[in-house]
């Protein structure tokens, strides 16, 4: 059974970076499958935040790419998601999930269960 | 980017009642759309892709229709565990965009 786990501060100040990590477990990584973030506000609907192959090929919503980072450490079986200059506006439940259906069709078959991220000196 | 519109946003009905939510999207995207269901304080759980497949292991009282800008997903008899928040998401175009949601509650 694939499973997801998200770890990071769940308290970060507003213009720093923001920093998670998607422990993956019972898939390799390296076996296939673009691996994504996606996000979601507080009482809000979901925003997809960009996507990574074991490869390191990765795609960013253009609303978000100046400032996010995707990386992957194939070694270790995660991913990693970086924002940066965060603000109030950045707080959210933030969410690992595998990508099924490619780099051309993304839907997400397997999440983790989300960690909040609070933006707030 | 394109836009989804879920219609109703809140929905109340009872156990056993057949319920449908809308997903209308702003421009064609065939049958690239996919359904999830939430429930508060876990993740999305995916029901449908492909606006009509359902996902392994989803009960068959879900089924999803439609193509083009306009797709519905049906509950058929509702369930306790089924009141949840429903969200559509269209992956034809990036950047993947999903709807607003739909909130349905037991009446």
């Known amino acids: 059974q694939v499973q997801l786990q998200e770890s990071g501060p769940g308290l970060v100040k507003p213009s720093e970076t923001l920093s998670l990590t998607c422990a993956v477990s019972?898939?390799?990584?390296?076996?296939?499958?673009?691996w994504g973030w996606i996000r979601q506000p507080p009482g809000k609907g979901l925003e997809w935040i960009g996507s990574?192959?074991?490869?390191?090929?990765?795609y960013y919503n253009p609303s978000l790419k100046s400032r996010v980072t995707i990386s992957v450490d194939t070694s270790k079986n995660q991913f990693s998601l970086k924002v940066s200059s965060v603000t109030a506006a950045d707080t959210a439940v933030y969410y690992c999930?595998?990508?099924?259906?490619?780099?051309?069709?993304?839907?997400?078959?397997?999440w983790g269960q989300g960690t909040l991220v609070t933006v707030s000196s | 980017d394109i836009q989804l519109t879920q219609s109703p946003s809140f929905l109340s009905a009872s156990v056993g009642d057949r319920v449908t939510i809308t997903c209308r999207a702003s421009?064609?995207?065939?049958?690239?759309l996919a359904w999830y269901q939430q429930k508060p304080g876990k993740a999305p759980k995916l029901l449908i892709y492909?606006?009509?497949t359902l996902q392994s292991g989803v009960p068959s009282r879900f089924s999803g229709s439609g193509s083009g800008t306009e797709f519905t997903l049906t509950i058929s008899s509702l369930q306790p565990e089924d009141f949840a928040t429903y969200y559509c998401?269209?992956?034809?175009?990036?950047?993947?965009?999903f709807g607003q949601g739909t909130r349905l509650e037991i009446k």
């Open positions: 019972g898939y390799s990584i390296s076996s296939g499958y673009y």
């Open positions: 998401q269209q992956l034809n175009n990036y950047p993947p965009t």
């Open positions: 492909a606006a009509s």
């Open positions: 421009q064609g995207i065939s049958s690239y």
């Open positions: 999930a595998r990508q099924a259906g490619g780099a051309t069709n993304p839907v997400f078959d397997y």
């Open positions: 990574i192959y074991h490869s390191g090929s990765t």
